[in-house]
């Protein structure tokens, strides 16, 4: 499609406004009156100053449908700090109802794209107080009763796990890029072990060099590890054995005194005994077992090897073992799921009564299967998984399994959220700290991205480890060379105990 401005440079926003609508459309910018014939879909988004008034115009046109909006104000009207910001956010505004007029939909989060949207009420309630903040949400950006509602209970959950984290603290993080096969909705750095098995003790054995060097700079920095977790990909499509070499390296290199341990188990098809029974003993703290659906032709039209019975199995199996703080991860808006099969699923996992649901909203990038043979999703769909969520939160939330965490992600079906639950005293507490950045995340494995956070001026730096497992064996005296750059940032923002 392609949107015609004036008067601006507000092309990025715009552009992510957009993708709210129409996820996989190709976006291209023309000014106005370049004479390009406006084609199928299109929109227009204007901003004219005269006399000390602002005259502000947005369009939509899809199929000879068209949608306009126009709005005026003086200069006067513009009380914040940054007038040309304001600009953007109030032209936003008036092409997203554009969008809704055209399409019928309206998300219910509105404008806003950001992915920690707690972390940017407590800013706003922090500058505002609380009654300032939920109207700025409701008036500015856009946003719904429920899904402020939603927001503002898991910024205090959050806000509770934040106050544990102290000077010095850290997390680290520890990828297994492998999974016995690929999702449909996949767009992660994951390898089937049927095309890559052969790569997985050499990688192991460098994972360990690389976790041994991070702790030698954790040992010289005095830093704390308060979480460890192990994810992927599916970790345990590591063997027994070799789940045993990693998490006794880790132990030897980080200590044992950990707030939280954990390791994403994942896939039921990757669950046995033995692997359970060593993970038990090694001293993880927490699990996570994700059917994803408790449908089996769900299972199978997204490429899953396993059925809702070898997810029940499994999750009896880590419970007889002694495991007594489990997670089970849900998608919502999986193709051919329906509204009533995810009642089902949800319902289902009730039952088991897991300490931890994870209730994700179908999230489509351009590398997933899914997205290249079956085209953009409507918004019918968009609907649909509305529905789901919301289903789900009601449910959970009944049955005291409550909100915790959030975090939303691009291309989400419906514009949708990532929400964490857990019954009280279960929450995980990694999961708030990457989301929050509330301090430094040290990161080991291929595709891992360690993520510093100053604690003098909250600045964040980020390092990259090659993402595909031949790269990170192949270039793994560069991945080592990079670790450097923790130390020169921590000299750069020393640590104020």
């Known amino acids: 499609m392609i949107i015609y401005i004036y008067g601006h440079r507000f092309n990025y926003e715009l552009e992510k406004l957009t993708r709210l609508f129409f996820p996989f459309e190709r976006v291209d910018f023309a000014q106005k009156g370049e004479g390009i014939p406006i084609n199928d879909l299109f929109a227009t988004a204007f901003v004219e100053e005269k006399s000390n008034n602002f005259y502000l115009s947005a369009s939509a046109g899809i199929g000879g449908k068209t949608v306009e909006k126009k709005v005026k ?8 700090n940054l007038p040309e910001k304001e600009l953007e956010h109030r032209l936003a505004a008036l092409l997203f109802e554009c969008y809704v007029g055209l399409t019928g939909y309206r998300p219910d989060w509105g404008i806003l794209t950001g992915i920690r949207p707690a972390k940017l009420y407590r800013r706003f309630e922090q500058a505002l107080d609380t009654a300032g903040a939920d109207q700025y949400f409701k008036d500015r950006f856009l946003i719904s009763n429920k899904k402020l509602k939603l927001l503002k209970a898991t910024a205090k959950s959050e806000d509770e796990i934040i106050l544990k984290s102290r000077p010095g603290c850290i997390s680290v993080y520890v990828s297994i890029p492998f999974c016995p096969s690929r999702c449909s909705y996949c767009s992660f750095v994951s390898h089937s072990i049927e095309n890559a098995s052969q790569l997985i003790p050499q990688y192991l054995k460098l994972l360990c060099k690389e976790i041994e060097y991070t702790a030698e700079i954790i040992k010289r920095l005095n830093l704390k590890v308060m979480t460890v977790y192990i ?13 045993e070499v990693l998490l006794k390296k880790i132990h030897s290199c980080f200590g044992d005194n950990f707030e939280e341990l954990t390791v994403e188990a994942g896939r039921p098809d990757t669950i046995t005994k033995e ?5 038990k003993n090694m001293g993880v703290s927490r699990i996570s077992i994700n059917p994803q659906t408790m449908n089996d032709g769900v299972l199978k039209a997204i490429g899953r090897r396993h059925t809702a019975d070898d997810t029940i199995k499994a999750f009896y199996l880590a419970r007889e073992i002694g495991f007594n703080n489990i997670n089970m991860d849900l998608i919502a808006g999986l193709p051919t799921d329906t509204l009533d099969s995810f009642k089902q699923t949800v319902n289902k996992i009730i039952d088991l009564s897991p300490e931890n649901v994870t209730v ?6 351009r590398s997933a299967a899914m997205v290249n043979q079956e085209g953009p999703l409507c918004f019918e769909e968009g609907i649909s998984a509305g529905k789901m969520v919301d289903f789900a939160l009601e449910r959970l939330t009944e049955n005291n399994i409550l909100p915790y965490y959030m975090y939303r992600q691009s291309k989400t079906v419906g514009n949708l959220e990532n929400v964490g639950y857990s019954k009280p005293g279960y929450e995980g507490i990694y999961n708030v700290y990457i989301m929050d950045e509330t301090h430094s995340i040290l990161a080991c494995g291929a595709s891992a991205v360690t993520k510093l956070r100053a604690e003098d001026d909250n600045k964040i730096e980020r390092i990259f480890n090659y993402k595909y497992p031949y790269e990170y064996i192949n270039k793994f005296d ?3 060379k990079r670790k450097e750059k923790i130390e020169e940032f921590y000299n750069e923002h020393p640590i104020k105990y």
């Open 73 to 80: 104000f003086s200069l006067c009207d513009i009380t914040a």
């Open 231 to 243: 994810g992927g990909g599916t970790p345990t499509t590591l063997s027994a054995s070799q789940l």
């Open 275 to 279: 692997k359970l029974e060593v993970i």
């Open 360 to 365: 994700h909203s179908l999230s489509l990038k």
């Open 478 to 480: 560069e991945i080592i």
